[in-house]
């Protein structure tokens, strides 16, 4: 069986990676010194945006077009000692590359930068997990695909019930179109997906325990033999082979004999993957509540650098009622509604998984954990990162920018932790930042850190206090007025206008679509009827937080 007897390199290097990943998704055009090294993580360095260069990762260039920018990016890792470059192809000729210090890997310039992140870093883990226990992991899957190529004479994918892309074998470059399309993004496209559930490919699949032949399915596309992975009744994924034509009858029982041993594998990926996501979980959720002890907090990997927090959650309906709630235990730490229906909480599980994914591929020294009504992200930085709450904000801005499950969600940003001991701290911080986020009245933008909300944060501890009081929404100038004016009013109205424009009659006026000197007869209207002096910093402080409160009132329902 494969992997019983082998033994097993120091590390995964450069060269096994490419050769391993294919041509369809990359090729080592440089061979640097380093291309036989082991290594050990992987890193993305965007203009702007640099990542942790270090001996043994695997850097992606990402948004490395020009000769400048890789001859920058070549001298920085030299300086480190980090010895392999990924870049989107064709990788510049010539002078560039001449004598180049670094391996460089050639990336298919199709590819997301995402699936290949996240594709080496599986790879890696596997590797770890494989100098601990000689079988299981997706990189073992990709040796078993391998060795089912060399009996079934075709180039092979071992895909999960939806058709995710859980490993491929060598000689794609030999497949199809489809196929490419496939190992690119990680599953089976749509369209190829419709074609063979029209010819009812997946129907045979799963009423036979053999072998299924399909004819081509549109030009240009190879012939394909597949067989169900199952466990008992549940079927767990495919084994997919492009023959050129019916294999023969040997062949076909070579893969009905590897289909159990591929389901093994399958089942002890998903029973892994299940129990590590929830041990991680449970040990993020006792690091934010305090309650992990140092041995715990270490076992999440974070490092012993700087931990920022991230909180994210959907913004407040303004219909929805809900009150303010001052405690943190919940999750969002105020404002949770209590009868959250189904469909809310599964589209905030999708949004965890989706933030998971996304840390995983950009960020791998994080994780993620779900609690009542909020999403949170412990991420880690390297010890002396200049600054890693600045760094933790573009992570979520570019998260959100790129996820279509982001819709009207808000993320707010803390920190930084000293270490992962001490995430509790900043906890309550976020919470209350996050709270304000998601009040209808506060504007974008959707990503601040706690600083760039306080004002909101200010605002809100100021309705609660008065709420709890039993204060009166309204006294002295403003009481005044609005006896005079009506909550609505015009003076009203103009007084609100006037004190956002920080007191510039002209700005004011601009906003209310006014001319100026109706601006200025107004204010003495104001100052004759509610005896509001202008001058007087305290009344005129008051009167701006009394309406700011009422507006957050008026904006919950």
């Not at 990676?17 to 036989?36: C, F, K, S, T, Y």
């Not at 082991?38 to 260039?61: D, F, Y």
């Not at 004598?99 to 594709?119: F, L």
Request: glycine share 10%; charged share 25%.
């Amino acid at each position: 069986m494969p992997g019983a007897d082998r033994v097993l390199p120091a590390g995964l290097t450069a060269r096994q990676l490419v050769r391993d990943m294919g041509p369809a998704l990359m090729r080592l055009v440089i061979e640097g010194p380093a291309a036989d090294d082991p290594l050990s993580a992987v890193t993305i360095h965007a203009p702007g945006e640099p990542g942790e260069l270090e001996p043994g990762a695997v850097v992606l260039g990402v948004g490395v077009t020009t000769d400048r920018a890789l001859l920058d990016l070549i001298a920085a890792m030299g300086r480190v000692g980090a010895g392999v470059l990924a870049v989107k192809g064709p990788v510049p000729a010539g002078s560039v590359v001449a004598g180049c210090p670094v391996a460089v890997i050639e990336v298919n310039p199709e590819a997301s930068w995402m699936h290949v992140a996240a594709t080496i870093r599986e790879y890696l883990l596997d590797y770890s997990r494989a100098q601990i226990r000689p079988d299981g992991g997706t990189g073992e899957l990709f040796r078993l695909a391998n060795t089912i190529r060399a009996s079934i004479g075709g180039p092979v994918t071992i895909e999960d019930r939806s058709s995710a892309l859980l490993a491929w074998s060598a000689g794609q470059d030999k497949a199809d179109s489809s196929r490419i399309e496939t190992i690119l993004g990680r599953a089976v496209q749509h369209r190829w997906l419709t074609a063979l559930r029209e010819r009812g490919a997946f129907e045979q699949l799963h009423a036979s325990a053999d072998p299924v032949y399909v004819d081509s399915i549109a030009p240009g596309q190879l012939p394909r033999v597949a067989i169900a992975v199952r466990a008992g009744a549940d079927i767990l994924g495919y084994v997919w082979a492009a023959v050129s034509e019916l294999p023969g009858e040997d062949r076909l029982r070579e893969l009905r004999r590897f289909a159990p041993v591929v389901a093994l594998h399958l089942s002890t990926i998903r029973a892994e993957t299940t129990h590590a996501r929830h041990e991680r979980r449970e040990l993020a959720a006792a690091v934010l509540g305090g309650s992990a002890d140092r041995a715990g907090a270490r076992r999440l990997r974070l490092g012993t650098g700087p931990v920022c927090v991230l909180a994210a959650a959907a913004r407040m309906r303004e219909d929805n009622g809900a009150g303010p709630d001052t405690g943190h235990s919940a999750g969002l730490g105020a404002g949770q509604d209590a009868g959250t229906d189904a469909s809310e909480a599964a589209e905030l599980r999708r949004f965890e998984d989706a933030m998971e994914l996304y840390l995983a591929a950009v960020h791998p020294r994080s994780v993620t954990v779900a609690k009542t009504g909020a999403v949170y992200a412990l991420v880690g930085w390297p010890a002396g990162t200049a600054a890693p709450l600045d760094s933790s904000l573009r992570l979520a801005r570019d998260f959100l920018g790129r996820s279509p499950r982001a819709g009207d969600y808000v993320v707010a940003v803390g920190g930084p932790a000293e270490s992962v001991e001490q995430v509790a701290r900043v906890r309550p911080g976020v919470d209350a930042a996050l709270r304000a986020l998601r009040q209808p009245a506060c504007p974008d933008p959707a990503v601040r850190t706690v600083d760039d909300a306080m004002l909101s944060i200010l605002l809100l501890q100021l309705v609660d206090a008065a709420d709890s009081l039993g204060l009166p929404q309204t006294t002295g100038a403003l009481r005044r007025l609005r006896e005079h004016d009506g909550g609505d009013g015009v003076l009203t109205t103009t007084l609100a206008a006037y004190l956002d424009a920080a007191g510039v009659t002209e700005v004011a006026a601009d906003a209310l679509r006014i001319h100026v000197n109706t601006m200025r007869y107004r204010l003495r209207r104001i100052r004759e009827v509610a005896g509001l002096d202008f001058a007087d910093a305290d009344a005129v402080l008051l009167a701006q937080l009394q309406l700011r409160v009422d507006a957050l009132r008026t904006a919950r329902g």
